[in-house]
């Protein structure tokens, strides 16, 4: 069963803008995870948020965290084409990490 | 380098015949993990191990196998694959510890497996 579920699906922009993507979550975590996914590849980890956290930035990427909404949202700045791939997001529930169905970002040069 | 190994890349098979897919990590993660990857679906857990031979189901272990005798490996096995296991499978691993999303995960490759 998903945990997570992304939103959009797809958004597509062009480079330079910013892209935002939604992650909305049932159950109450300790700690949110954000993922990108080049097609068909591994995943690779892009950063943590903690649920006594509520803001989080790494290089281009912020992550917002409401635990009273139970939402996250993933903001890419200046977007450049090499950021086209799938956002996941993950959550921990019941001792299992549950990822959602992801958002497909294309980032057009 | 860091890495969760995974193989083979591609398995092409026939339904009902053995098969074991490997994972193998150099971190010393204590968690290790395999997902399943479905258009639509997401990832789906099939099962984890939070230690040597601690193992526990995901959401989906139906008709897989695992073993951690080692902890830097962790094979996924399907005793009769069937066709409704064709999917593309990651392994996964972490530091571990409580809660399980502390840390976060690093991926395999993966393996694309049809079965026919």
């Known amino acids: 069963s998903q945990q997570g579920e992304e939103d959009p699906q797809a958004l597509s922009i062009q480079e330079g803008e910013n892209a935002t993507m939604n992650c909305s979550y049932k159950t109450s975590i300790n700690n949110l995870q954000w993922y990108r996914q080049n097609s068909g590849r591994g995943l690779v980890h892009l950063i943590l948020i903690r649920s006594n956290e509520r803001e989080k930035h790494s290089g281009r990427l912020r992550v917002t965290l409401d635990t009273s909404k139970k939402s996250s949202s993933l903001l890419i700045t200046a977007s450049r084409a090499a950021d086209t791939a799938s956002y996941f997001c993950?959550?921990?529930?019941?001792?299992?990490?549950?990822f959602g169905a992801g958002t497909r970002l294309t980032v057009k040069p | 380098e860091a890495q969760v190994t995974q193989n083979p890349r591609y398995l092409i098979t026939v339904t009902g015949k053995k098969l074991t897919v490997t994972c193998s990590q150099n971190m010393n993660h204590e968690y290790m993990s395999w997902y399943r990857q479905d258009p639509g679906l997401g990832l789906r857990q099939i099962y984890y191990s939070m230690n040597v031979e601690v193992t526990d189901k995901g959401d989906v272990p139906e008709g897989y196998k695992v073993s951690r005798k080692e902890k830097r490996n962790f094979p996924l096995i399907l005793e009769s694959p069937s066709p409704n296991q064709t999917s593309l499978y990651f392994c996964?691993?972490?530091?571990?510890?409580?809660?399980?999303?502390?840390?976060?995960?690093?991926f395999g490759s993966g393996t694309r497996l049809t079965v026919v």
């Open positions: 996964a691993s972490s530091f571990g510890g409580l809660p399980v999303g502390n840390y976060g995960y690093t």
């Open positions: 993950a959550t921990d529930a019941s001792g299992v990490m549950r």
